[in-house]
């Protein structure tokens, strides 16, 4: 757009609504039960969305959108991808048929062709369109990424002092300035076109006209050339070279029209023992084995609240905290309530 969307500032009584719900969510084409740090992650995500209805009060679900329906290992995936990426996957985009304004040619009826890490934009979309209300709230987090029972904080005593505009759908969508290798790739201080270095693994958004038509300009952005791909003279380079879709992201985040429906996640403190923790959400992208393992054990040990256990989940308390010889039987169990969507 030329100018800035007009604000769609949510009705009050949707704002104050103690039934508005929150969604977690995260996208991926594998397993939830597979092997390494992803079921973790994903059973802390629903533990945490299990405890804090019943310690807080507030609505609070869990879902996998698994993108196994979108993704698979083609023979016309690009070969090699850029920088030896090891991830072999293709995933089925948005279709260019010449009826997107701004997009250029070649037009196709066939879906573009995308890596994996560009699902989590059609899981948003997914989201917006099936499953939330206007008002409703939605995390959506990388798979390295998990709310923190510990913190024994929940999503509006976390978010809502510093996220105002997000709350009540001024700024519907909520991001973190990412700060790491990727600013040293695109931002202004070393050449780069860009402003704000934005990290796609933690996307926060309030539903309302705003944030859908924000999140479908982004998902098509796959099909036309950014600054970063000018820059580079690779016409769709991040299609599938690193880091993706952050790098639309973070084209958006720097472009002043976008950036008036954006706010920013502040980060709550970060050390070498510690993940990137923002309030409730903490972060790990990197060394994530054997860390997160021990780092979310710990979290479900000190946060898990035997005074108010869901009737699935009260088994796994003895003298009134959690008994961990039964760990591994409560991960088993908060994954079978996991939510899969496949999509």
């Given at each position: 757009?030329?100018?800035?969307?007009?604000?769609?500032?949510?009705?009050?009584?949707?704002?104050?609504?103690?039934?508005?719900?929150?969604?977690?969510?995260?996208?991926?084409?594998?397993?939830?039960?597979?092997?390494?740090?992803?079921?973790?992650?994903?059973?802390?995500?629903?533990?945490?969305?299990?405890?804090?209805?019943?310690?807080?009060?507030?609505?609070?679900?869990?879902?996998?959108?698994?993108?196994?329906?979108?993704?698979?290992?083609?023979?016309?995936c690009p070969s090699?991808?850029?920088?030896?990426?090891?991830?072999?996957?293709?995933?089925?985009?948005?279709?260019?048929?010449?009826?997107?304004?701004?997009?250029?040619?070649?037009?196709?009826?066939?879906?573009?062709?995308?890596?994996?890490?560009?699902?989590?934009?059609?899981?948003?979309?997914?989201?917006?369109?099936?499953?939330?209300?206007?008002g409703d709230m939605a995390?959506?987090?990388?798979?390295?990424?998990?709310?923190?029972?510990?913190?024994?904080?929940?999503?509006?005593?976390?978010?809502?002092?510093?996220?105002?505009?997000?709350?009540?759908?001024?700024?519907?969508?909520?991001?973190?300035?990412?700060?790491?290798?990727?600013?040293?790739?695109?931002?202004?201080?070393?050449?780069?076109?860009?402003?704000?270095?934005?990290?796609?693994?933690?996307?926060?958004?309030?539903?309302?006209?705003?944030?859908?038509?924000?999140?479908?300009?982004?998902?098509?952005?796959?099909?036309?050339?950014?600054?970063?791909?000018?820059?580079?003279?690779?016409?769709?380079?991040?299609?599938?070279?690193?880091?993706?879709?952050?790098?639309?992201?973070?084209?958006?985040?720097?472009?002043?029209?976008?950036?008036?429906?954006?706010?920013?996640?502040?980060?709550?403190?970060?050390?070498?023992?510690?993940?990137?923790?923002?309030?409730?959400?903490?972060?790990?992208?990197?060394?994530?084995?054997?860390?997160?393992?021990?780092?979310?054990?710990?979290?479900?040990?000190?946060?898990?609240?035997?005074?108010?256990?869901?009737?699935?989940?009260?088994?796994?308390?003895?003298?009134?905290?959690?008994?961990?010889?039964?760990?591994?039987?409560?991960?088993?169990?908060?994954?079978?309530?996991?939510?899969?969507?496949?999509?």
């Amino acid at each position: 757009p030329e100018e800035p969307e007009e604000p769609d500032t949510l009705e009050p009584e949707l704002v104050s609504n103690p039934k508005r719900k929150h969604y977690i969510f995260t996208v991926d084409n594998r397993d939830v039960r597979g092997s390494g740090y992803r079921p973790l992650v994903a059973a802390a995500n629903q533990l945490y969305a299990t405890m804090m209805p019943l310690v807080k009060g507030e609505q609070q679900e869990y879902m996998y959108l698994r993108s196994n329906l979108s993704c698979d290992a083609r023979e016309d995936c690009p070969s090699p991808f850029p920088n030896a990426q090891v991830n072999k996957i293709c995933c089925t985009g948005p279709v260019n048929d010449g009826s997107i304004r701004g997009v250029p040619p070649p037009f196709s009826s066939k879906p573009t062709l995308l890596h994996p890490s560009w699902m989590d934009l059609k899981g948003i979309l997914y989201m917006l369109d099936n499953v939330m209300k206007r008002g409703d709230m939605a995390t959506y987090l990388d798979s390295d990424a998990h709310f923190d029972v510990r913190k024994q904080q929940s999503f509006h005593e976390s978010f809502e002092w510093m996220l105002p505009e997000l709350f009540n759908g001024t700024r519907p969508i909520a991001v973190v300035r990412d700060r790491s290798a990727w600013t040293g790739v695109c931002g202004t201080d070393f050449g780069g076109p860009y402003t704000m270095d934005s990290n796609s693994g933690i996307i926060m958004f309030t539903k309302n006209r705003v944030a859908r038509n924000f999140f479908e300009r982004l998902y098509f952005s796959a099909l036309t050339p950014s600054p970063q791909d000018i820059r580079l003279r690779t016409p769709l380079y991040y299609q599938f070279g690193w880091p993706h879709e952050q790098e639309r992201l973070t084209w958006f985040a720097s472009t002043p029209v976008e950036n008036a429906s954006i706010t920013y996640i502040q980060r709550m403190g970060w050390t070498k023992e510690l993940p990137w923790c923002y309030q409730a959400i903490c972060h790990r992208n990197f060394d994530k084995m054997p860390y997160i393992e021990e780092y979310i054990r710990e979290s479900v040990e000190k946060g898990f609240d035997c005074a108010k256990p869901s009737s699935q989940l009260r088994p796994f308390c003895r003298s009134g905290k959690i008994d961990m010889d039964q760990y591994e039987d409560l991960i088993a169990t908060l994954l079978e309530s996991v939510k899969i969507i496949p999509m």
